[in-house]
């Protein structure tokens, strides 16, 4: 109990000397469940997908022409059966995403999670369990952190929903493939780069419907790679995807 006075009041005091101020327009943050982005710029410079009226496939999150429209992705071995994102990866965007995975901004991390559990709520509410992309051993090391788990983390936490931590172990490390240009070639580059953890066993028999969060879907290679090595546990029934940023 004393401990935790002492720990509190620390912190006040750090936070009187070292108040958080916007990585966006460099007000102060007054919200204390917000470390980098305060609440003028989360509802007004965000630019989020779903306050545009476009038409997307519920299943890959491309853009159709109308909601009579046969998506591509219907004739594409597509392993999830469901997909979101919440922002346009552009402009402030990016720059948050940059600062967040090599910027040493970790706490945006939390951030975004924070909200992703007030916008999407409802869908992530949907499933039983969340999981996350993992970092090869190199990136994480480098890193420090793996972004997409501390997203998760705090969803979970928000939303009390569980997190699976110990699930997918990311056993070969590849080239960026935000870097790789080709469709083909990033699949070819991320096939295989993920394995079941052999100790990794559900509680019980029971299916559940498991949702993957990361920070950018790009054209969903590594997201699809992952879902197909969850699609061999017995026990999964839907699997959805949730990322913070879409390319398009």
């Known amino acids: 109990m004393i401990k935790k006075i002492i720990k509190n009041f620390i912190k006040n005091i750090f936070e009187i000397i070292f108040p958080n101020h916007c990585i966006i ?3 102060m943050i007054e919200s204390e469940k917000i470390n980098y982005i305060c609440i003028d710029c989360i509802n007004k410079k965000l630019d989020y997908i779903h306050a545009d009226d476009y038409i997307r496939c519920e299943r890959c999150g491309k853009l159709l022409e109308d909601k009579n429209s046969t998506c591509a992705c219907k004739y594409e071995e597509i392993y999830f059966d469901e997909c979101k994102s919440m922002l346009y990866y552009k402009d402030i965007t990016v720059n948050l995403i940059h600062k967040m995975k090599f910027g040493h901004r970790y706490l945006i991390s939390q951030d975004f999670g924070v ?3 007030f916008y999407y709520k409802d869908y ?3 499933f039983d369990a969340i999981t996350f992309v993992p970092l090869g051993r190199n990136r994480f090391f480098e890193r420090g952190y793996n972004q997409s788990e501390l997203i998760a983390k705090t969803i ?3 939303l009390n929903v569980k997190l699976i931590e110990n699930m997918i172990i990311r056993k070969k490390e590849t080239y960026p493939l935000s870097m ?3 469709k083909e070639l990033r699949k070819k580059t991320i096939k295989g780069a993920f394995v079941i953890n052999k100790n ?3 509680e019980n028999s029971k299916k559940i ?3 993957i969060i990361d920070d950018v ?3 969903g290679t590594t997201l699809n790679e992952i879902s197909f090595e969850i699609r061999k546990i017995e026990n999964i029934n839907k699997i959805g995807v949730l990322t913070v940023a879409r390319v398009n």
């Open 25 to 27: 327009c460099g007000n």
């Open 115 to 117: 909200i992703l559990s």
């Open 124 to 126: 992530i509410k949907k």
């Open 156 to 158: 979970s936490k928000i």
């Open 180 to 182: 790789i240009k080709d």
């Open 200 to 202: 990794f066993k559900l």
């Open 209 to 211: 419907n498991i949702l």
């Open 217 to 219: 879907f790009t054209t």
